[in-house]
């Protein structure tokens, strides 16, 4: 796995960047590269971590995922 041209190396962050690229930054044009990195930390920390769904989450948002699991693993405990 680990050598190089190896595709399945980096496949989630292939995957997260194609993502990003095609639903956020080639919709919009950026007057300065600091305009671009605050859209882009927006982006991510504000919608894609708390609230996109993810098709590995069960069709839950990473915070809702989080919340389950704590919430299960008090019920078990």
Do not use: W
């Not at 919709?27 to 769904?53: Q, S």
């Amino acid at each position: 796995m680990s050598r190089r041209g190896n595709c399945h190396d980096n496949a989630v962050a292939e995957n997260f960047l194609h993502l990003l690229k095609r639903e956020r930054i080639r919709r919009r044009t950026y007057l300065t590269r600091d305009a671009a990195r605050r859209d882009v930390f927006d982006c991510i920390e504000m919608f894609y971590n708390p609230t996109r769904k993810h098709t590995n989450n069960s069709m839950q948002s990473p915070v809702d995922y989080e919340m389950e699991q704590q919430r299960m693993n008090k019920a078990s405990v």
